[in-house]
């Protein structure tokens, strides 16, 4: 067999329809488009649904993608929103629950409105939607859930104290995910990015002193691109990954290892 078709074998995505939601954002946009050029049907959705008509008529020149109206801070959106992908697609195999906002406020400066809207989208609107798609999960006796994280799920940054709250909670969520249904086939993982330049960072990246800041604690010097998250998505939504559930996996350039050395003696 050659290189690519074992690699094919592997990790391939072929007849595996993927939900995916945060669909349009910067990270969900690549993933839904590097997910689909390797097989899988898309399910993509998200708020705008100008922006996901776009997105979707992009991937189905070569793949298939279809678009669904989701606004995760409202119970009855998500109930529709997924029996829209079930009359459509019959299942989900893999979820990814991508969408996510921030606001960076210290501490004493968050509002309840603030707080509400964060923990709203982050982490009330990821449980109830995974639950209405592990109900057909159960059903089929199979299922794969993978969760957008964070870094700040455990190194955290001054002023996103509710955005790395939401971010524990979905990292521990990920573990009662993965102990819960595993006797229904279901695993669950995490994938924990670094700092990653996308529309929610850009602010971040574009103010002098917190770029400095962010640079010196990645080992690797530079933002990640959404692009470097895509391998180990495939590799998770796909059967490579049969035997891990119940973990976060980080992406960060080396920022948790320590980020770039202080200046130490060498003779090379
Ligand atoms: N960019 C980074 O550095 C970074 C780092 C760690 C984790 N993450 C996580 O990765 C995920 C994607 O982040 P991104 O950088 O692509 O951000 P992004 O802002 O580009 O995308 C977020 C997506 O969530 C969607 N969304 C917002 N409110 C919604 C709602 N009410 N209902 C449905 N969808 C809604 C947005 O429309 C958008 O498409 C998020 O969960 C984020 O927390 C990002």
Redesign the pocket.
Known sequence: MSIGANLEKIFSLENKVIML????????SVLAKGLADVGAEMAL????PEKLEKLTAEINENGKAKAFS????KMDSIKSCVDSVIKEFGRVDVLIN?????KREGFLDVTEETYDKIMG??LK?LYFLTQEVVKHMIKANKGNIIN?????AVGMLGGVSV?GAT?SAVTALTRSMAIEWAKYNIRANAI??????????TVTWEHPERAKYLRERIAMGRP?E?EEILGLTIMLASDASSYMSGMMYHIDGGCLAGGQPWPFDTKY
């Open positions: 939601t945060g669909a349009i954002g910067g990270i969900g959705c998200d708020v705008d989701l606004n995760i801070l991508c969408a996510g906002i921030n989208i982050n609107g957008m994280s964070s870094h700040n955005y971010k924990a990015p670094g700092h990653i330049l996308t529309p929610l960072t990640g959404p």
